[in-house]
């Protein structure tokens, strides 16, 4: 999960924020007026202040709001200035847009508001369609409304070139004015309330938000041009009303509800993607006749209400087609407001005791929830005053961080929060290892090993003052960046916490001291020495968290609530309820490196303790005889099979795994498996040590898995089985889980040197490699390599040969491999205890409607009779409607339900149609004379949620990731990792060690386009392709300047668009959209950009270069004795120093996926990045 | 660092040398040579001492032979207690290997209870198991499980297979996140000097305002004589599996690594040697 924020306003005008990982409300000190109400969603936060203006704090991210300005040089060529800004009467102006209909000198561009800035001059764009063009950037063409080409022709008469220009958006964290202007002019009106929402109305353009406003008057105003390149949007527009509005609500969706002075609601209809706003009022009643509305809040499906004798009511019957609802359902509790948040979640304000509420138990599918709950936590000015307040010699260490550096800090920091807690504690992981230069001025007399003088106030003070001086580090660094301004494109340092760290001892010692008691807290409460320490940490947790909150005095009032922004759902841990255990908890949830149930004393007792014991009883005895001696134990089972001769069916059999101590002790193990043929019993078998890899199969109405030994792997034909019940197929793969990797002798954790991959269905394997597996000339082959699963769900892996892995899920979230094993179906004995976390992804599921045109009814759903069906997958081969379509899976569940999907690559009109000539063709997204047939795509989300060694990585979603293969020899020696976000940016990692495998910050690297792939070698070559398929080179990266300097244009491979890249220690490989295999020649220490590209292969998928340069792909398609098999796992054999490009390819594993029935397809795009030298 | 999967390891592998001699009144054709055995700490003697009654019977008339019972320096030793419970309890300050005294004659009624048979072994082991999921989850994990999955736990602690025991048990170990634990510990205190054969409480992991308790806490509240104070020398050593863990180790977690596979915590307090 997340960190999100929920916001509130007290009753003095006071803006609050509390974490989903904190436990107590951080005062947004940055707003310097009282705040009448506030509306966030995810990004921001929209509030009214006292003034009546609105003002707007953009939450900052790693990767900043830039927007790229553009225009364009035009030029024609005349005998006598050869070319020139001479342009013919009839031409277009000098300087144009790239249509040439508008003028456009770069005079012209203004910043949008105060708000932004520039970041840098003008200059030239020199890339043209992925090729780079000569040095002036101009592109030729005969006439104007012409194509253009980079090189200069006999008959160009024109030319033109693109200049480029980037401003940023600069406010963020920080209430920003907007100014109250409508279309004609200044508003005559203040604002009274504000409702944010809307985005998940359309995904173009990106960000794009609803914002809702009513004034004093009772005027409702709608607020266009907000998304986010625009987060401030551009004016306010008048929304026709049937009477004066006192409050309005907009959820995520299309729904939107305001109340009426008389105490009626209505409901905004025909709210489209195309118009956001809506067309019309339909009025709705209250309640409750006698008590009017005050208060709505919309959700995505929900609608509940507050009427003025305070009473709680929810709407039934709300969805999309019937924004309406059909009845009011009384509920209990009385509130003052409501505020409906992040999926469908409730929070109110009580009437009775101005707390903040949160109704628990909101599921999909009971919208109206259990119960409500009061939100029980401090406010971090009420911590405050108590430490200092205190006496007690405990919290004087605490003291000293907490006041004046807090008031000093700039209130932006506190939305930054989110990234806070867990930045804090990376730091953490670093330390130990640096012994403390300098300590920390705290109090000589107090013991400090033994006293938890850590209160949650020293904890997030300090964080703060730490933060501080980072970012003046970060002011420095600013000016810097400006002088450099001017040579684009450049890195741009953008994280406040970045200039702090390894270089910054003192404050990182700090970190490490107070943290490391605060761990040993921990959530029994227990440290080294029993008796009295008890009794003192329990001081430390319980007056802190027990007493305080409920002083006399200090009980918040809290008036306004929104929790739109905040990612919780009724599974979510919160430390927000029961405060005793909240700050234990969440101090245990926000390490990640060092887990206090590990380095807890009392485990180690136990460690050591047993091992002596082994020693003293069992090490003098080993003659002696053993007491019971070991047998044979069988484990059966009835199962369906996949039979190997045709035609192929499932048929039952019965299952036997009989393990016994194989001659050298270790366990052993053979699989039996008892079938009929013609009447006779027979059996097939497979030894536990010759299986090579167990796949779990997605099947819907099956639960399946396949078992491949090296044989199978080379006639592509696993043994397929299927289990009754996914129950008991995940007992079955557990147990011939562990009984392989007995066999095998593998237990534990993988190590660092292993392999990752994941199969196409997101599952997880590693690959412990022996050291045979490069040997010359005789490596191991590919198809006995033995592979394990680990539990996770993930579309790509990447790892070093240091240990530290990464992933990113199907929905782009981030993870980082946290040492465990197992998760998932692996439990008990294949699991680790610790380090197993929850994962969650998700993905769509698509469905094809079809349509064609007959001369009488025009687009129907009646097809000809040879015709594809009229719901279909992509291929029109299967019939999938809407109401058949399953998830994948068992695991996977729907969260949203059918939309049209608009992103579909060709385009679509408004509908989302897409047209054709016929059926099996290509598709475009506008109707012409000639298409006879049209279709649209229909998307829905499915979720899964798992467990496995992987902890989230915050917040910016990716779309690829490197790591350096090798380097750090040091646990505390930055990695150099870069990654690209969903949306293209490319980012560098800042923090990752060994230690601290997940990294501290992103550091944005701009660039001219969007990027999607990137790979970093093991001398700190940075290789990208960018979205138009044309490779670039990163100059400079060094350690000391991990971000590089400059990107070096490679043209790709004549008329081929690059797709991925991959680098060792010298190599580059890359793969283009044809699956072509290009490795890069010419690299030499000299020109590390190499000449040429040179064809190695086709038929590739992936490539992934290891960091001795050795060559692995995923391989399209291999015919196996059997079967064929898309997406096989291959070692290029040969590779040597001199010859880098090897000889020839040995496959490995990988399976048929060519018959639906028969699933077993195993696409590896795997990453052996780490495979150790022979 | 280690697992916690490593403990159970330990655990389960733990070993007690033994010597066995046969009672001097015993009647035997010729001299009985002492038998040598590792006995598994988790194990019933009973359960596996086979070898050692063969072995003596070899030198025995078959007129001579009753029910085998075991002593240790003159206590009868009780076939129901796990081997290492008993070895802690009486015998964990002596020298290896441990030195068993086998009789066939004077059963002592009073101390002991008559095991004609594996299946009363089983009898017991099961009925110690269903008692602890009691506590720990209502019973209702043990009775969702099924005849053969019973069978398993059995079959696995009968034959010393570990992944056998271990995929069926660690569903008795699961427990709802949200509750942080069982719902109580199945826990037995064992006392040298006691006329009382144990000690058992209903005692919670968690505190109801959701402190985890701790073995100390566990002491202090059901036998805190056990817990020497700060200004005395230790008088009691509190052994689990041979070892002493920390005080402040945390209930849940012995419950779940410490436990015997009966899944009972059985814990000896046991004097601190004098010398």
């Keep these: ?1174 | 660092m280690a697992d916690d999967k490593d403990v159970l390891r330990d655990v389960w592998f733990g070993r007690i040398p033994t010597c066995f001699t046969l009672y001097q009144d015993e009647i035997t054709e010729r001299e009985a040579e002492p038998f040598y055995l590792l006995l598994p700490r988790v194990s019933f003697l009973t359960l596996v001492t086979d070898k050692v009654k063969k072995h003596f019977l070899k030198v025995m008339k078959a007129e001579d032979v009753e029910e085998m019972w075991f002593d240790f320096e003159g206590t009868p030793l009780k076939w129901h207690y796990p081997i290492g419970l008993l070895f802690d309890l009486h015998a964990s300050n002596t020298a290896l290997p441990w030195s068993i005294t086998v009789h066939f004659k004077n059963f002592p009624e009073r101390d002991l209870l008559h095991c004609p048979s594996n299946s009363v072994i089983e009898a017991h082991f099961m009925s110690s198991i269903k008692e602890a999921d009691a506590l720990k989850h209502k019973s209702q994990v043990i009775n969702d499980m099924q005849k053969k999955d019973h069978k398993q736990l059995w079959m696995g602690l009968q034959n010393d297979k570990f992944d056998q025991f271990w995929a069926m048990n660690r569903k008795l170990m699961e427990y709802p996140t949200e509750e942080g634990g069982f719902r109580y510990i199945p826990f037995r205190i064992y006392l040298t000097m006691s006329d009382r054969p144990f000690i058992q409480k209903l005692f919670r992991p968690i505190s109801s305002d959701g402190y985890t308790h701790t073995l100390g806490d566990l002491l202090k509240e059901v036998y805190p004589v056990a817990i020497s104070r700060d200004d005395e020398s230790k008088r009691y050593q509190v052994v689990i599996h041979g070892i002493e863990p920390l005080l402040e180790t945390p209930l849940q977690w012995l419950s779940e690594h410490l436990s015997h596979p009966d899944n009972f915590l059985h814990i000896s307090v046991i004097p601190v040697p004098s010398d």
């Design chain 1, 1 to 1174: 999960m997340p960190v999100s924020l929920l916001w509130a306003v007290d009753v003095y005008g006071r803006v609050y924020s509390l974490s989903t990982r904190g436990q107590q409300w951080e005062q947004c000190r940055d707003a310097v007026l009282e705040f009448k109400r506030v509306t966030a969603v995810q990004q921001c936060c929209w509030g009214i202040a006292c003034d009546h203006h609105i003002y707007l704090n953009v939450h900052s991210s790693d990767v900043p709001i830039r927007y790229q300005e553009e225009t364009f040089e035009n030029q024609r060529w005349n005998p006598m200035d050869n070319f020139s800004d001479r342009l013919l009467p009839s031409d277009r102006w000098q300087w144009s847009n790239i249509t040439g209909l508008e003028h456009q000198p770069l005079d012209s561009f203004f910043l949008p508001s105060t708000n932004w800035e520039w970041e840098g001059d003008w200059y030239i764009d020199e890339n043209f369609g992925g090729e780079p063009t000569e040095k002036e950037g101009w592109t030729y063409a005969i006439d104007f409304p012409a194509t253009y080409t980079k090189d200069k022709k006999w008959n160009s008469c024109v030319r033109r070139r693109r200049w480029i220009r980037y401003r940023r958006y600069k406010a963020t964290d920080n209430w920003a004015t907007i100014p109250s202007e409508g279309r004609s002019g200044p508003l005559p009106d203040p604002f009274n309330d504000i409702s944010c929402g809307g985005w998940e109305i359309s995904e173009e353009p990106r960000g794009r938000l609803s914002l809702w406003a009513v004034s004093l008057q009772g005027k409702v105003w709608f607020r266009e041009g907000i998304h986010h390149h625009s987060p401030e949007g551009d004016g306010w527009e008048e929304v026709s009303l049937p009477g004066e509005v006192v409050q309005i609500s907009c959820g995520p969706g299309d729904l939107v509800w305001a109340v009426l002075w008389e105490g009626q609601l209505i409901v905004r209809e025909g709210i489209t993607r195309d118009c956001p706003r809506g067309s019309s009022w339909v009025v709705v009643d209250s309640p409750n006749p006698e008590a009017g509305a005050i208060h709505v809040a919309v959700g995505d499906n929900v609608v509940w209400a507050v009427t003025k004798d305070n009473k709680v009511w929810y709407r039934r019957g709300i969805n999309s087609y019937n924004p309406r609802g059909s009845g009011w359902i009384g509920m209990i509790g009385e509130m003052v407001m409501i505020n409906v948040g992040l999926n469908d979640q409730v929070w109110g304000i009580s009437c009775e005791d101005r707390a903040v509420y949160f109704r628990q138990g909101v599921t999909s599918n009971e919208l109206s929830g259990k119960a409500w709950k009061a939100v029980n936590v401090p406010r971090d000015g009420d911590i405050r005053s108590h430490s200092s307040a205190s006496s007690s010699s405990l919290h004087s260490a605490g003291c000293f961080f907490s006041g004046e550096v807090r008031a000093q800090s700039v209130m932006s920091e506190d939305s930054d929060t989110k990234n806070g807690p867990q930045r804090a504690v990376l730091e953490v992981g670093a330390c130990p290892s640096s012994p403390p230069p300098d300590p920390p001025p705290v109090d000589p007399d107090v013991p400090k090993p033994r006293i938890p003088k850590v209160t949650s106030d020293s904890f997030i003070s300090e964080m703060l003052s730490d933060r501080k001086v980072k970012r003046e580090g970060a002011t420095t660094e600013a000016s810097l960046r400006e002088a450099d301004a001017k040579s684009p494109p450049l890195a741009l340092v953008l994280s406040p916490s970045l200039s702090g760290g390894p270089g910054d001892p003192q404050w990182s010692n700090v970190d490490l001291e107070e943290t490391q008691t605060h761990l040993a807290v921990g959530p029994a409460g227990v440290r080294g020495d029993a008796a009295d320490t008890c009794s003192l940490s329990s001081v430390a947790t319980y007056t802190l968290c027990q007493e305080e909150p409920y002083g006399a005095d200090e009980h918040p009032l809290w008036a306004w609530v929104s929790g739109g922004g905040c990612g919780v759902d009724c599974h979510s841990q919160l430390n927000w309820f029961n405060s005793a255990t909240a700050l234990s908890s969440s101090v245990q949830s926000m390490s990640l490196s060092i887990s206090p149930a590990q380095t807890a004393a009392w485990r180690k007792q136990i460690f050591e303790q047993l091992s002596e014991r082994s020693k003293r009883e069992m090490d003098n005895f080993k003659h002696y005889e053993q007491a019971i001696e070991q047998s044979v134990w069988v484990k059966k089972g009835a199962m369906q099979w996949w039979r190997d001769w045709k035609p192929h069916k499932w048929v039952d059999v019965r299952f036997a795994l009989e393990q016994f101590s194989g001659p050298e002790g270790n366990q052993d193990g053979i699989l039996f498996l008892y079938y009929n043929f013609n009447e006779e019993k027979k059996y097939l078998h497979a030894f536990i040590n010759e299986v090579t890899i167990l796949v779990p199969v997605l099947n819907d109405s099956k639960h399946t898995f396949a078992v491949y030994t090296a044989e199978r792997t080379k006639q592509r034909w696993p043994i397929r089985l299927a289990a009754a019940t996914e129950l008991e197929m995940h007992d079955w793969l557990a147990l011939l889980s562990v009984s392989c990797c007995d066999s095998r002798g593998i237990q534990g954790p993988p190590s660092k040197q292993a392999l990752w991959s994941v199969t196409c269905k997101g599952d997880v394997f590693v690959c412990e490699p022996s050291p045979s597996l490069e040997a010359c000339p005789y490596p191991t082959p590919c198809d006995q390599m033995f592979w394990h699963q680990v539990g996770g769900h993930l579309r790509l892996v990447e790892c070093n040969s240091l240990g530290v892995v990464w992933g990113v899920g199907y929905d782009h979230t981030v993870w980082v491999y946290t040492g465990g094993y197992g998760g998932g179906f692996l439990q008990g004995l294949a699991s680790s205890t610790d380090n197993i976390y929850t994962q969650t992804d998700v993905k769509c599921v698509y469905i094809y409607e079809n349509q064609r045109w007959n001369p009488v009814t025009g687009y129907t759903n009646r097809g000809l009779p040879t015709d594809r069906y009229m719901w279909s997958d992509a291929t029109g081969l299967q019939e999938c409607t809407k109401a058949n379509t399953k998830p994948p899976s068992p695991h996977w569940t729907w969260v949203a339900d059918w939309a049209i999907d608009y992103g579909i690559s060709g385009g679509t009109d408004r509908e989302g149609w897409q047209y054709a000539a016929d059926f099996p063709t290509s598709y475009h997204g506008h109707k012409t004379l000639k298409d006879f047939v049209r279709r649209r795509r229909w998307a829905r989300k499915c979720k899964l949620t798992t467990t496995g060694p992987w902890q989230e990585v915050p917040p910016i979603p990716l779309s690829d990731v490197t790591i350096i293969p090798c380097g750090a020899q040091s646990i505390v020696e930055p990695i150099p990792l870069w990654a690209i976000s969903n949306k293209g940016d490319v980012l560098c990692r800042l923090g990752v060690t060994l230690l601290t495998p997940a990294g501290t910050s992103w550091l944005h690297v701009g660039t001219d386009q969007p990027f999607k792939s990137i790979s970093i070698g093991g001398a700190n070559q940075v290789w990208a392709i960018a979205r138009d398929g044309s490779a670039f080179y990163r100059g400079s990266v060094t350690a000391q300047s991990p971000s590089g300097d400059c990107w070096y244009h490679i043209p790709s491979p004549v008329r081929q668009k690059l797709q991925q890249v991959s680098v060792g220690r010298t190599s580059v490989y890359t793969v283009d959209q044809h699956g072509n295999l290009w490795f890069r020649q010419g690299l030499t220490p000299s020109c590390p950009q190499g000449s040429s590209w040179e064809h190695i292969s086709n038929n590739v998928r992936k490539v992934s270069v290891g960091p001795l340069d050795q060559v692995w792909i995923i391989a399209d398609k291999v015919q196996g004795s059997h079967s064929l098999s898309c997406g096989t796992v291959c070692h290029r054999l040969g590779v040597q120093p001199m010859e880098p490009k090897g000889q020839s390819w040995d496959y490995g594993i990988g399976s048929n996926s060519s018959s639906v029935q028969s699933p077993g397809c195993v696409q590896l795009p795997l990453n052996p990045s780490s495979v150790p030298s022979a």
